[in-house]
């Protein structure tokens, strides 16, 4: 997954908030699911993920948590043991982040008083197996 940054956006302005070290815990979660349980709907899969843990808990409920999550940006922890933490994306126009599709990530709140204007574009690489020489150079 690609952040592009369109216009400046600065802490606190609602750039997008991601769980940093997610990505290993959605792989080890998936690694501890059965054949028939990852072939299940996607909203179910992602229900039984946020209760895989009660930070993930935390993170993921509803209602006004913003408490939470500035301790969980301050703080952060081990899920599973995995070090995990909260950060917010900042930065100027022009500006990329390229991340793991399988971290976790949300709009952030914008406390600012300047709009927030960026940009989310999935990356996908194909892979096929038989042509790896592809990708060698």
Same mark, same amino acid.
């Given at each position: ?50 209760? @895989? ?5 935390? +993170?993921? $409920?509803? &209602?006004?948590?913003?408490? /939470?999550?500035? #301790?969980? !940006? ?22 990329? @982040? ?5 971290? +976790?990530? $949300?709009? &952030?709140?914008?406390?600012? /008083?300047?709009? #927030?204007? !960026? ?19």
């Amino acid at each position: 997954t690609c952040f592009f940054f369109i216009n400046h956006v600065e802490p606190h302005g609602g750039g997008t908030m991601l769980c940093e070290g997610s990505h290993r815990v959605v792989e080890k979660y998936f690694s501890e699911l059965s054949p028939d349980q990852i072939a299940a709907k996607l909203k179910s899969v992602r229900t039984r993920f946020y209760r @895989y843990d009660p930070w993930i808990q935390s +993170l993921t $409920a509803r &209602g006004d948590t913003r408490p /939470d999550r500035i #301790r969980m !940006m301050e703080e952060g922890t081990h899920v599973h043991g995995y070090p995990c933490r909260l950060i917010e994306l900042a930065g100027e126009p022009g500006e990329a @982040y390229i991340t793991s599709g399988s971290l +976790l990530h $949300a709009t &952030g709140h914008n406390a600012s /008083d300047q709009p #927030r204007f !960026m940009r989310t574009v999935d990356i996908r690489v194909p892979h096929d197996e038989d042509s790896e020489e592809d990708y060698d150079e």
